[in-house]
């Protein structure tokens, strides 16, 4: 993301080597990619999670499985 700024992240929140509450932070954190918009996206419904994905700077939480109508909705 700081080689190729994109104008969205979509972040899943279970990774591999960092979880995505941990990269949405860095994300936030970074004067140049802080204003890209991101949404997190997770199979885990617990309401705890989108509160904290919203909190650490994200603008939607879409669970899956989800509708590519509803996710491009929002990336809109």
């Known amino acids: 993301a700081r ?8 972040l899943d929140i279970w ?4 979880d ?11 004067e140049r990619l802080k204003s890209i918009p991101v949404i997190m996206v997770t199979a885990d ?6 509160l904290l994905g919203i909190s650490l700077g ?3 939480y ?4 989800f509708s590519l109508e509803d996710l ?4 809109e």
């Open 3 to 10: 080689r190729d700024i994109p104008d969205l992240i979509i």
């Open 62 to 65: 879409v669970t899956k499985p």
């Open 45 to 50: 419904i617990r309401p705890q999670h989108n």
């Open 20 to 30: 995505g509450w941990t990269v949405c932070k860095k994300v936030k954190k970074d």
């Open 72 to 75: 491009e909705m929002k990336v």
């Open 58 to 60: 994200a603008v939607e």
């Open 15 to 18: 990774l591999p080597v960092m």
